[in-house]
Structures are given as structure tokens and as C-alpha cells.
């Protein structure tokens, strides 16, 4: 079972800081399969603390939705087309199977075999009976079916198509049917019934099968020479040599080449979907032309073998996409409680402190277990960035203890540190309007409506009067496109602890805000400088009390 640890989409410092620490918490507290992800893209500050620290970005997962390859058998039992319907009955048996995918020798997939096929070529309807005694193969080939062993003639590797034909009448009548067909297509089949034996070598049959292991007259064998006749003698009685001797036909002869098939990558509720209503037995995974796994029906009802830690996230809107399709076994958060409903009893430890990162650092010490160096670098950076370097009104004095004990094990500055994050990637200068509306965008769900909230922070608001223009156009286009009552983008002044504040949407809305308003769209906010603590009990307030529309 992996553990998958996640933060929120548009993930910031502290999602990501807080995922690779918890991550590492579980390994060094026995849980091996574990890993830290991503719900989006880093920016330039988390690029900058993760480079600091030596630590790679955490693997980026933007859809949990299980997919074909989760549940898929990748062992696949295959057979190759030029194979035999002998060799697929022997395959389809010992591994108990419904049938076998047809490859060739690149492992691409030509068909299904199906053992219903198979059960038709051995007993064919009365009215296929004709094609029924036509082998396609090689003498050697159908000699082998049946253990046969060679005696006279040269081991013919051509294929071609032989007919069965059992010598079973009279010799008059048998020498009339025999000269009916081209002797050199023709396997004759029989006991020790020498006068027989000596028509189909003088009509020039192929090849002459003595059943039973009977012995063969040296006539026989002279004139066999002469006509050039191959003379095989068979272990079995007539009737079984000939029922081991239609095995002889390929596989590729047999199967069906239209199939469905998915590729690995295939969302498992839609494979399921278009599985569902069709009489295939096993449907091929296909990746990049070759055949990689196998899927049946029984497949679908398999559990994916994976689970979530959600960190600085309890909401399920603001969780990675598919997050509803597994487990969530574990949620570290600091923010408010978003409805989220699980299975079975999970680990919650919802703290209103000012980072996921200080959770982090509390569950080390929690369970002992010393906080790694570089480890302690990232909870830092976490911590820093989500408080504002302890300035926000999400700071709590435990963050301010948590904060000076990471230091002491980083060996880093507090205050040299957050000046170095600030300092890079102003979102204003290094993004796109677009890009800086959803860097760290948090959509809610409250009282029938939807709308988000984005922040940056930067150093001073220079950059951003130039911006305002587009930013506020860009804000509009988002708001719209995702169907909100309104969108706002907060934009943070880390060292006066100020914010502007920009919002689209509904005008009803709008005038509820009672900040000064610099413009239309545009509001000051003196002292304001968290989103969780300040602004959305702010916003909630100014949307509870609207009257519904
Ligand atoms: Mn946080």
C-alpha cells in the first residue's frame, strides 16, 4: 500500500515544505512506501528553499483518479501467432485461462484467442466441416501434434495446406476419392493396411501417417522413396492422430483481430464503462503499440493500493484532483474545518497554528524522533512563508517556539532566511497576471456559492500600479470562466504588513465591502495580511449576510 502525502492545489511554501517533512517523518518511523507530491507547479521562492536544502521538488500528481495501469495484471500469459492451436490448448489449460492475447515478436498485440475459439475449430458446426480437414502448416509441424516420428522422406518446413484424409474405406473407393485432390496437399491418415498405404503413394499424397505405432513394410517404405512421399508413423489410433493433427493450424489463424483495448494510462471508471457492455474475456493494455498488461472484468472490483495524507488542506475542492477515489487516512491542517467526511476513523490534527510546517515539527517531537537537518531548513521555510515571518496574525507563540528550534538545528537564520525568500520571484515581476491569480488561489464552497481567493506577497507595492490594469482584467476573465460569485486576488506588502485588495465578479458583492475602496475593483487593506485569519472571515461575513438572490 503506498502512502501518498499531499498538499492543496496551487500548492505554496508551506504545501509542499509540510508534505516532504511528514513524508520523511513516516519513513524514518517504518513506513516504507511513502512518498511526498504535489498537487501543481513550484514557483521560483519554493525552488529557491528546496535548492537551498538539497532537496528535490516532490513528485507532481495532478490527478488521483485510478487508471488501468493500478489495477492491471503486467505478468501477461501471451502466445505467438505462428504458434499452434496445439500449443495454446496446452497453454490456455495449465494457466487455467479464458484465452490468450496473440502477439508477434515485438510483443505487438494482433488478437484474442479465445478458448471458445479453440472449442470451435476442434468441433466445427456441420456446415464447417469441409474447411475443417485443412491444416495450414508445415508437415514436420503437424507431425509434431501427434509425436509422430519421421521414417522416410525429408523434413518439409514449407507451409502449405494439407488436407486430412483417413483411409478408412475400401480400396476402389479410396483410390477414387484420393485422385479427386491434388496429391501433393493431401495427408493420408490410416492403420497397417498396406494395399491403402500404396494407393495414396501412388496418387503422390504428401505424406502417408501409420497410426498405432505399427510397423511399415519395406515396399511401403521403397515406394514412398520412388513417389517421394514423407511416411510418419503416429503413437495414437487413427481417430486421435487426427483430432492432435488439426492442433497443427496457427494461432493466427484463429484469433480475432478486433478487440478493444486501453491504454495504461486510462482513467479505470471509463475502461469500465466501455468494458462493461462487451463479451471480451480480457482486454489488452496497449503503450506505445505493445502489449503491457492485461485487464479483466475482475479487475475493475481490485482496490488501488494506494492512500492519502492530506497536509494544509482539509477541503476537498482545494484537494488534488481524483483525492475522493482513495482513502484518506491522515490530515494535518491548520485552516478552517471544510466539511470533508471519511469511511473509517482517520488521524486529524487540525491546529490553529500559522503553518502546516509547525504541525510537522510537532509530530517529530511528538514521537521522538529527531528532525533531520535539512528537514528542518524546509519546516522553517514552511513556517516563515505561511506566517510572514511570524508578523501575521496567524503567528502563534507555539510558532514562535516551533520556529526557534528549527533554526537551531538548520543552523539558519530566521529573519535572513525570510528576507531570502521574499526577496525572489516577485510574483508580479516573474508571472503572467494569469500566473499570479493562480499561484496560490484557493477556491470555497460556502452557503450555495463559490468563489476564490488568491494572494502574493511581495516586498513593496511598486510593481504593482503598473500591473493593476491587467491583473484586474485577468481576475475578471477567471471569475467568469470558473463560474464564481466573485474572485479576489490579495496582494500582501510583507514589510509594511499591508494589503491591496482586487475583486471581480458580482456587484451586489462588491458593495458590500466596506474597506476604503481605492477604485472600482480595489480596496485597502491596512494591517491586513492573512487570508485564512483576516480576509475570509471577512468575506464570509460580507456573503452571509446578502440577501438571497
Ligand atoms: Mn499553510
Not at 482545494?318 to 482513495?326: E, F, I, K, N, S
Request: charge should be negative.
Amino acid at each position: 500500500m503506498q502512502t501518498i502525502v499531499i498538499g492543496h492545489k496551487n500548492p505554496d511554501m508551506d504545501s509542499i515544505c509540510s508534505a516532504i517533512g511528514y513524508a520523511e517523518l513516516k519513513r524514518l518511523t517504518g513506513n516504507t512506501d511513502v512518498i511526498a507530491a504535489r498537487a501543481g507547479n513550484t514557483n521560483e521562492r519554493i525552488d529557491f528553499v528546496l535548492h537551498k536544502f538539497g532537496v528535490d521538488a516532490p513528485e507532481l500528481i495532478t490527478d488521483l483518479s485510478p487508471r488501468v495501469r493500478d489495477v492491471m495484471a503486467d505478468e501477461v500469459i501471451s502466445i505467438t501467432a505462428d504458434s499452434s492451436i496445439y500449443e495454446a490448448i496446452q497453454l490456455i489449460e495449465h494457466k487455467q485461462l479464458r484465452g490468450v492475447p496473440v502477439i508477434d515478436g515485438q510483443f505487438h498485440c494482433l488478437g484474442l484467442l479465445s478458448a471458445f475459439k479453440v472449442l470451435h475449430h476442434l468441433v466445427p458446426s456441420r456446415d464447417d466441416t469441409a474447411s475443417a480437414r485443412v491444416v495450414t502448416a508445415a508437415l514436420e509441424e503437424i507431425f509434431h501434434t501427434f509425436a509422430g516420428r519421421m521414417i522416410q522422406g525429408e523434413p518439409a518446413l514449407e507451409e502449405r495446406d494439407y488436407l486430412l484424409l483417413v483411409g478408412a474405406m475400401g480400396q476402389e473407393s479410396f483410390k477414387k476419392r484420393v485422385l479427386r485432390y491434388e496429391g501433393r496437399r493431401v495427408v493420408v491418415i490410416l492403420g497397417d493396411r498396406e494395399e491403402i498405404q500404396m494407393e495414396a503413394i501412388r496418387a503422390g499424397a504428401a505424406a502417408v501417417v501409420v497410426t498405432g505405432d505399427t510397423p511399415v513394410s519395406a515396399e511401403v517404405l521403397e515406394a514412398a522413396k520412388k513417389h517421394g512421399t514423407t511416411i510418419a508413423t503416429s503413437p495414437y489410433d487413427t481417430a486421435t492422430t487426427v483430432l492432435l493433427a488439426r492442433g497443427a493450424v496457427k494461432v493466427g489463424r484463429k484469433l480475432d483481430s478486433e478487440f478493444v483495448s486501453f491504454p495504461p494510462d486510462a482513467l479505470l471508471a471509463a475502461a469500465r464503462d466501455e468494458a462493461a457492455p462487451s463479451a471480451q474475456f480480457i482486454f489488452p493494455v496497449i503503450d506505445e503499440g505493445r502489449l503491457v498488461g492485461i485487464l479483466s472484468k475482475s479487475d475493475f472490483l481490485k482496490t488501488v493500493p494506494r492512500q492519502l495524507i492530506l497536509v494544509d488542506h482539509n477541503e476537498l475542492s482545494q484537494a488534488v484532483t481524483g483525492a475522493d477515489t482513495l482513502p484518506i487516512v491522515e490530515i494535518l491542517d491548520h485552516h478552517r474545518l471544510g466539511g470533508i467526511s471519511t469511511h473509517s476513523p482517520i488521524l486529524f490534527w487540525n491546529h490553529p497554528v500559522g503553518s502546516a510546517s509547525t504541525i510537522v515539527a510537532m509530530c517529530f517531537d511528538q514521537l521522538g524522533v529527531p528532525i533531520p537537518k535539512h528537514i528542518a531548513g524546509l519546516l522553517m521555510a514552511g513556517l516563515i512563508s505561511d506566517t510572514l515571518n511570524l508578523s501575521s496574525p496567524t503567528a502563534t507563540p507555539v510558532d514562535a517556539r516551533i520556529l526557534e528550534r528549527l533554526a537551531a538545528i538548520a543552523e539558519t537564520e530566521p529573519a535572513r532566511l525570510a528576507e531570502e525568500i521574499f526577496s525572489v520571484g516577485s510574483p508580479l515581476l516573474t508571472m503572467t497576471p494569469e500566473q499570479a491569480i493562480a499561484a496560490d488561489c484557493k477556491e470555497y464552497s460556502e452557503a450555495n456559492v463559490r468563489f476564490s481567493v488568491s494572494q502574493i506577497e511581495e516586498i513593496s507595492f511598486s510593481h504593482f500600479h503598473k500591473k493593476q490594469k491587467a491583473l484586474t482584467e485577468a481576475l475578471n476573465a477567471h471569475c467568469r470562466a470558473c463560474g464564481y460569485l466573485f474572485a479576489t486576488l490579495m496582494v500582501t506588502d510583507i514589510n509594511t504588513q499591508n494589503s491591496l485588495l482586487l475583486v471581480c465578479g458580482a456587484e451586489a458583492f462588491l458593495h458590500r465591502i466596506d474597506y476604503p475602496r481605492l477604485a472600482h475593483n480595489q480596496w485597502d487593506l491596512k494591517g491586513v495580511v492573512s487570508r485564512k485569519k483576516q480576509l475570509l472571515p471577512y468575506l464570509l461575513d460580507r456573503l452571509h449576510g446578502m440577501r438571497p438572490e
